[in-house]
């Protein structure tokens, strides 16, 4: 049996962080270990709970979720964070896999 993918949920918005978590607990294979709601926070909580996998939000008050993604990557070339935005345009989407992101959703 593997082990579960650990996530860490980085989204500024309440519902949709709480979307993400209800939509994600359902599946066996995925713990939602830590979530936060600025880019500060997403590397603070990135540094004490290291999860496999960061879903990031672009759009965060403080440091941007490319600023973020850029800090926490700097702290671990191999954290894997994949970001997400409803409004993204296509230089943050190009400078957040500059900074490391693995990859992009966008909605």
């Not at 978590?21 to 294979?29: F, G, S, T, Y």
């Not at 993604?69 to 894997?80: L, M």
Request: with cysteine; aromatic share 4%; proline share 4%.
């Amino acid at each position: 049996m593997t082990s579960p993918l650990t996530l860490l949920i980085v989204d500024d918005h309440f519902v949709v962080r709480s979307g993400l978590v209800a939509a994600l607990e359902i599946e066996d294979d995925i713990d939602i270990i830590g979530e936060a709601k600025r880019g500060d926070q997403a590397l603070e909580a990135y540094q004490r709970l290291r999860p496999s996998v960061v879903l990031m939000d672009l759009q965060l008050p403080g440091l941007s979720g490319v600023q973020a993604t850029a800090a926490i990557c700097a702290h671990d070339p191999e954290a894997r964070i994949l970001v997400f935005s409803t409004f993204s345009h296509e230089d943050e989407i190009l400078s957040a896999l500059n900074a490391g992101a693995a990859g992009m959703c966008k909605n």
